[in-house]
C-alpha cells in the first residue's frame, strides 16, 4: 500500500481523480490539498471537501494552499469546468471544514513522518508543491516520488498543449513553480497531454452512455460532473485519474526518461515543457514521461474503481 498526499484543483477531472484515489485498496490517502487552478483555492477546497462527503470520508484532511500562482496573477479555466468547477454537478455545501494547517505545512509533515513511503501526486499546477519544496528544501530527497499530471512532451502525436498551443494547462498557469520543481531534484514522474489526450485513454461519448444510463449516486454524479465537457470535446480526456492510475498500478503506463526544462520567457512558448528528444544527448535526465498507456487495463480500472465504486 502506498502513502499519498493528492494535491488538485477540482476541477472536474480532479473530482475523477479523488474518487479513483479513495476507492484504491492500494493507496492511502493521508490527505487532499488544493490549490489555485481550474477554479480558486477557495472552491478547489469546497469542491474536493464536497467529493469526501459525497464518498462518506470524514477523516482525511483538506488543507488549503496558494490563492495565486508565484508570480502571475489567477487564470482560472470555469469556462471548461464550470463556473463553481464540477460542471453541472451539484453537491451540498459541505459540513467538512477546511483542515487548519496549510497545505505546505501539511506535506513537510507527512514527508517528515513517512519520508520514502509517501508519494506525492499534484493533479494541479505546482505552486504547492514549489512552495513545499522553498520551504524544506530537502522535501525531494525525503519523499518517494512525486507523479504529476502536467506538460506535454512531444513523444506522442497528441502531445501538444492545450492552454495555449505549446503549453499544457498546469504548467502554463505557474511556470515558475514548474521550473523550480522540475530542477528541484524529485524522483518526478510526469503523465502529460501526450498519453491523456490519446483517444485510446479517454472517455468516449459511448462510455459515457454507459455512466449515463446507470441508475446510481455515482452514476447520476459522475454523468453530472462530465456531460457538458463530452458533448463539448467529443468525448472527455482522463488527465488527473490517469496519473492517479500511475500510483495504484505503475505497470499500467510505460515511461521513458528525458531532459525537460520549462519556458519562461517565450513570447508564444512559455509554459511549453521543452523536451530534449535528441538521440544521444548527454543532457541529465530528470523527468520520467509517459509515453504509452494500456488502454483497456486503464479504462477497466476507471470504470471499476470510479464509477462502479471498486
Ligand atoms: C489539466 O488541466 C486541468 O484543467 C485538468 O484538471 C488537468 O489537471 C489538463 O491540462
Ligand atoms: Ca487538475
Redesign the pocket.
Known amino acids: 500500500m502506498r502513502h499519498i498526499i493528492l494535491d488538485t484543483?477540482?476541477?472536474?477531472?480532479?473530482a475523477l481523480a479523488i474518487l479513483l484515489a479513495l476507492s484504491s485498496e492500494e493507496l492511502q490517502v493521508e490527505a487532499l490539498t488544493t490549490v489555485v487552478?481550474?477554479v480558486s483555492q477557495e472552491k478547489a477546497n469546497r469542491n474536493a471537501r464536497r467529493i469526501l462527503e459525497f464518498l462518506g470520508v470524514e477523516d482525511v484532511p483538506v488543507a488549503p494552499g496558494a490563492e495565486r500562482p508565484l508570480i502571475e496573477e489567477p487564470r482560472p479555466?470555469e469556462d471548461?469546468?464550470g463556473p463553481e468547477g464540477l460542471g453541472q454537478a451539484k453537491l451540498p455545501e459541505p459540513r467538512l471544514k477546511p483542515d487548519e494547517r496549510s497545505a505546505v505545512e501539511l506535506i513537510v509533515e507527512k514527508a517528515e513522518e513517512l519520508g520514502g513511503e509517501l508519494t506525492l501526486i499534484a493533479?494541479?499546477p505546482l505552486t504547492n508543491i514549489a512552495l513545499a519544496y522553498m520551504a524544506e528544501p530537502r522535501l525531494p530527497e525525503m519523499v518517494g516520488e512525486l507523479i504529476i499530471?502536467?506538460g506535454a512532451y512531444g513523444v506522442t502525436s497528441h502531445g501538444f498543449g492545450?492552454?495555449s498551443p505549446v503549453a499544457?494547462?498546469?504548467i502554463w498557469?505557474d511556470p515558475e513553480a514548474a521550473s523550480i520543481v522540475f530542477k528541484a531534484g524529485f524522483k518526478l514522474k510526469a503523465v502529460g497531454?501526450d498519453v491523456?489526450t490519446d483517444p485510446r485513454n479517454r472517455m468516449s461519448p459511448s462510455l459515457f452512455r454507459e455512466i449515463e444510463a446507470l441508475e446510481t449516486p455515482r452514476g447520476r454524479l459522475i454523468s453530472d460532473l462530465c456531460r457538458d465537457l463530452v458533448q463539448r470535446f467529443n468525448g472527455l480526456?482522463l488527465?488527473?485519474p490517469l496519473?492517479v492510475a500511475a500510483a495504484i498500478d505503475p505497470s499500467l503506463i510505460e515511461f521513458k526518461a528525458f531532459h525537460v526544462d520549462v519556458e519562461l520567457r517565450g513570447e508564444y512558448t512559455r509554459g511549453m515543457t521543452v523536451t530534449d528528444r535528441r538521440p544521444g544527448s548527454r543532457a541529465p535526465v530528470n523527468v520520467e514521461v509517459a509515453v504509452d498507456v494500456d488502454s483497456e487495463r486503464f479504462l477497466k480500472l476507471f470504470m471499476e474503481r470510479v464509477v462502479y465504486g471498486g
Open positions: 484543483d477540482p476541477g472536474v477531472d480532479d487552478g481550474n479555466a471548461i469546468h493533479v494541479g499530471m502536467g492545450n492552454a499544457e494547462f498546469n498557469h497531454l491523456t480526456s488527465h488527473d496519473a
